[in-house]
T-cell receptor
Framework: GQNIDQPTEMTATEGAIVQINCTYQ??????LFWYQQHAGEAPTFLSY????GLEEKGRFSSFLSRSKGYSYLLLKELQMKDSASYLC?????????????FGRGTSLIVHP | DSGVTQTPKHLITATGQRVTLRCSPR?????VYWYQQSLDQGLQFLIQ???????AKGNILERFSAQQFPDLHSELNLSSLELGDSALYFC????????????????FGPGTRLTVL
């Protein structure tokens, strides 16, 4: 089976840096995605990692270690609008295709 | 706006009923995915299609079925509804084949909120 773990909730201060961790155990691996989801809205794509290392995109960076089954999303210069749920998702093979398995999400609260 | 449209936005119905949710993918996208999101289960993958063909199934109940039509829009049919089926149902689309390796970003629609009373 597939298992993805991430913290349920985190809080941080505006302007600070926060790291959201994700660990996974899956049968096979073909990429890890991070999505942002504001309450009641659709998830929006943030990042994609398939090779080990750090991918940087503006204020957001994502890191992957396939040998450790570990990823993190780093958010810098936090803004109030970053308060949202952050979903880690792993794409893994299943029945001739690839299917995504999502973690339960980390609810990030940014306070002034 | 992701370019993916879903109708209706809200749906309220009774237990035992049947409903159909509709999704139109972004222009040019051949793949469609369906997800269910409830408070206690998170985002659960249901089923995926590519150019009219089913590619993979996830945690989809036998009471649920879906199809992708020649014009690439998709419908998710939910029957014999139960209280526990109340959730947000998202559709997503992507350009590539879900069975292909590599990067395949999904764009999510705004969702249909289903309430079963």
């Amino acid at each position: 089976g597939q298992n993805i773990d991430q913290p349920t909730e985190m809080t941080a201060t505006e302007g600070a840096i926060v790291q959201i961790n994700c660990t996974y155990q899956t049968s096979g691996f073909n990429g890890l995605f991070w999505y942002q989801q504001h309450a009641g809205e659709a998830p929006t794509f943030l990042s994609y990692n398939v090779l080990d290392g750090l991918e940087e995109k503006g204020r957001f960076s994502s890191f992957l270690s396939r040998s450790k089954g570990y990823s993190y999303l780093l958010l810098k210069e936090l803004q109030m609008k970053d308060s949202a749920s952050y979903l880690c998702a792993v794409r893994a093979p299943s029945g001739g295709s690839y299917i995504p398995t999502f973690g339960r999400g980390t609810s990030l609260i940014v306070h002034p | 706006d992701s370019g993916v449209t879903q109708t209706p936005k809200h749906l309220i119905t009774a237990t035992g009923q049947r409903v159909t949710l509709r999704c139109s993918p972004r222009s040019g996208d051949l793949s469609v995915y369906w997800y269910q999101q409830s408070l206690d289960q998170g985002l659960q993958f249901l089923i995926q299609y590519y150019n009219g063909e089913e590619r993979a199934k996830g945690n989809i109940l036998e009471r649920f079925s879906a199809q992708q039509f020649p014009d690439l829009h998709s419908e998710l049919n939910l029957s014999s509804l139960e209280l526990g089926d109340s959730a947000l149902y998202f559709c997503a689309s992507s350009v590539g084949d879900p069975a292909g390796e590599g990067y395949n970003e999904q764009f999510f629609g705004p969702g249909t909120r289903l309430t079963v009373l």
